[in-house]
């Protein structure tokens, strides 16, 4: 399967700006990009590039006064298969974990890990460990919490989300997190492009997506408390301790979001492109202006 994927995102700027980005696709996906990421910016300025503490692709810039447009589109092979589940997976004894994998248990800024350790051990300490403690934790947080676009907020923390019993798929991520935290189970934010395919289409229109990843059978395991249910085309962007690590846009002064259009969805064969005489691939995309 092939997925066209990419984004519009404009901001006006009162002064000159220095902006933080993390909008490229991972780096373990990049070998399934059919060509390289068209990322741009409109008017051009000069782009630098590093790799964070997780691994996430980030560009730094100074955005000009008045309005900058950041765009980007690409193609990218898929499986087409639907997620697996770590059914069966074991927990693992914390003093046997790696040594990179013991922050992932630690509270963060979103993931108040002290104020629901009770409600956790409360909640799931007599299931067995291992899968069947996460799929508790799992089929929880998608039953206590009401997706609704209109209950965003970006200061609600897990506890938050828990005692308010509503969110966006953020705060599901959040309150999944920090209850496998409170139990031991390492487990990390994620975020990216998750189209409706192989799914009904959403009304609504397209967003960059939150799930996270549990760490069970030493290794990592992609799950969706929002959805919970195994998906079919998750393209990830940026992972961390929770959303502050991955947040899309950081602007270092006046920065306004004035447009936000997101695409990630089956690429048509007029998509795909054509292999020309040069061997240069060429796609039609339509997201860039």
């Not at 092939?2 to 220095?18: D, E, K, Q």
């Not at 939150?210 to 998906?231: I, M, Q, S």
């Amino acid at each position: 399967m092939i997925i066209r994927a990419g984004f519009s995102i404009s901001f006006t700027c009162t002064a000159p700006t220095p902006m933080l980005l993390l909008l490229n696709v991972r780096p373990e996906r990049e070998a399934d990009l059919l060509a390289p990421e068209n990322f741009r910016a409109f008017p051009e300025v000069p782009l630098r590039r590093y790799q964070d503490r997780f691994g996430n692709t980030c560009t730094r810039l100074v955005a000009p006064v008045g309005q900058i447009t950041f765009t980007n589109d690409f193609l990218i092979e898929d499986s087409g298969l639907h997620e697996l589940l770590p059914i069966g997976a074991p927990e693992a004894p914390v003093d046997s974990l790696p040594d990179d994998i013991l922050m992932y248990l630690m509270g963060s800024r979103y993931c108040d890990t002290q104020r629901l350790m009770t409600i956790a051990w409360e909640l799931f300490g007599n299931v067995a460990p291992g899968w069947a403690r996460v799929e508790a934790i799992l089929n929880y947080t998608h039953n206590h919490l009401t997706f609704g676009y209109g209950y965003a907020r970006n200061d609600r923390t897990a506890f938050d989300a828990y005692a308010e019993r509503v969110g966006v798929c953020r705060d599901f991520a959040h309150l999944a997190i920090t209850l496998c935290r409170c139990m031991n189970i390492p487990a990390r934010y994620c975020t990216g492009y998750l189209g409706d395919i192989g799914v009904p289409a959403d009304p609504n229109p397209m967003d960059f997506s939150a799930w996270f990843e549990v760490y069970l059978g030493g290794a990592w395991h992609t799950l969706d408390a929002r959805h919970n249910e195994p998906r079919i085309g998750r393209i990830l962007v940026a992972r961390g301790m929770d959303a502050t690590d991955t947040a899309i846009s950081m602007a270092f002064g006046s920065a306004n979001l004035s447009e936000f259009t997101v695409v990630t969805e089956e690429a048509s064969d007029q998509q795909t492109g054509f292999q020309s005489a040069d061997n240069s691939v060429s796609t039609s995309l339509g997201v860039a202006s």
